[in-house]
């Protein structure tokens, strides 16, 4: 039996993609093992931006190294890079042995056994076409993640055309799951022991409208399975009165939301092609905020166009608005994208210096917030153990794995995946710090 690793770079949508992956390769008789054991590795490539192409280049050639030196028969790539630039890639990666674009995940085992078996077939790229969509609701998964936390991809493709975006050309359209199949999947990763639904999606908040469904119809049937569900990635003018009420009323709903406003000037959201503009995300957030849910965005700088002026507007935004949690990036100028031929292009060095400078207001912002957390009871998943703090690592409902931060706390017996009631009694920028104490029942 020959083992197989697969290295998933990327968004958590690909991790998704990886994790289905797995659990074809394992029903085609193969174990997953470390990449130093391994006969065959899979790099699963993100390509969104020039820093994640970067990655997945640096991640390959590391890979082939390996392939030269250790046990390693053949190297495989998957996912965005290969979907986007199959061609180059062939030209410039002889170490490679084969690549799979993103609608041809399916045939994972089949190009596996082709480049163990047949060094002919060892040097071609698999073919894929977008008609070849990767039916992930009738494969099974191999989660990757704590085994009481998984996230899962309720659709495929975007439909926004955000002018900076390379997301449509990849991925394709925008493709919702069909309602049953998401709540099938969902009832039987609550039955193998996850107690939290992540759902992602390139546009969560647009859930069903290809299908005649919703995003609200959809939480309606989720929530009344034992999981707690979590919100990425939802565009500010899908956010409606109704879906916040569902969110604020909710007990099986996190009081979280993710919403990528990418920036707050009206001047630049429109060139961004976005679909909403300043004075609508202050009324959100505000909203939100009014009915106890925290915010996370993502925020974008040097944008084509983006002058001082227009950057401390993002700056006064965020210290008005407060997000609880930001991630902040600089604009990647991509080829073929509407925004590569915009005026105004700001410098790299402009680029990281504005990022520097919002993501110090970003994390005061998160600051502020932890220290509101000081002196409460949260509810804190326990998941793993930091042995340089000696401290158990949780997480609270308003803590998304990985991006997030994390509780540091003491207590006794505790168990992973069960949720305790944690005293906090400092915060850092980013973590907060307790011990357990109250009904732990």
């Known amino acids: 039996m020959e083992n197989v690793a697969v290295i998933s770079l990327g968004c958590d949508k690909n991790r ?20 130093e054991d391994a006969d065959v590795i899979i790099v699963n490539t993100c390509a969104f931006i020039e820093s994640a192409r970067e990655e997945s280049i640096d991640t390959i050639l590391s890979y082939a190294q390996l392939k030269k030196s250790g046990k390693c028969k053949r190297l495989i790539v998957t996912g965005c890079l290969p979907q986007k630039y199959r061609d180059e890639l062939i030209k410039e990666l002889p170490e490679v042995d084969a690549f799979l674009g993103t609608f041809d995940y399916e045939n994972i085992v089949d190009v596996v ?11 071609r790229n698999a073919e ?37 975006c390379t ?41 069903g ?31 409606t009165d109704e879906l916040i009420d569902k969110i604020a009323a909710s007990e099986r709903i996190a009081k979280y939301i993710d919403i990528p ?6 001047k630049i959201l429109k060139l961004m092609n976005r679909k909403t503009n300043r004075a609508s995300i202050e009324r959100l957030i505000n909203k939100l905020h009014s009915r106890g849910i925290v915010v996370r965005t993502t925020l974008m700088v040097g944008f084509p166009g983006e002058t001082q002026k227009e950057f401390d507007e993002l700056l006064a935004f965020v210290k008005k608005v407060k997000p609880e949690y930001a991630g902040v990036f600089a604009y990647s100028k991509e080829d073929g994208t509407p925004a590569a031929f915009l005026p105004g292009q700001v410098s790299k060095a402009e ?37 340089d703090k000696n401290k158990f690592v949780g997480r609270t409902e308003f803590q998304t794995p990985g ?14 995946g069960r949720v305790y009631n944690v005293l906090i009694t400092r915060n850092t920028n980013y973590d907060l710090y307790g011990r357990v104490g109250g009904d732990n029942k």
């Open 351 to 387: 680029k990281i210096k504005r990022v520097n400078a919002l993501g110090r207001v970003c994390a005061e912002a998160t600051k502020q917030f932890n220290m509101k957390q000081v002196g409460k009871t949260l509810r804190v998943i326990y998941e793993d153990v930091d042995f």
């Open 261 to 266: 406003v990418q920036h707050c000037s009206d």
């Open 16 to 35: 998704i993609d990886t994790e289905h992956m797995l659990y074809r390769l394992v029903r085609g008789g193969f174990a997953v093992s470390d990449a």
């Open 113 to 123: 056994r082709g480049a163990l078996e047949d060094e002919q077939a060892a040097t």
């Open 209 to 239: 409208c290809d299908i005649g469904s919703s995003l609200l119809e959809l939480l309606s049937e989720l929530e009344k399975l034992p999981v707690l569900i979590r919100l990425l990635y939802c565009y500010p003018e899908q956010i």
């Open 128 to 164: 894929y076409t977008e008609s070849a969509y990767y039916d992930a609701e009738n494969c099974g998964r191999l989660l990757t993640t704590y085994p009481h936390v998984a996230y899962l991809k309720i659709a495929e493709g975007c439909n926004n055309k955000c002018t900076f």
């Open 403 to 416: 991006v997030d931060g994390v509780v540091y706390f003491s207590g006794n017996g505790v168990e992973v």
């Open 167 to 207: 997301i449509p050309s990849i991925r394709g359209g925008y493709r919702s799951r069909p309602l049953a199949d998401i709540v099938e999947e969902t009832k039987k990763l609550s039955e193998s022991g996850v107690k939290e639904i992540i759902l992602v999606a390139q546009d969560v908040s647009r859930y």
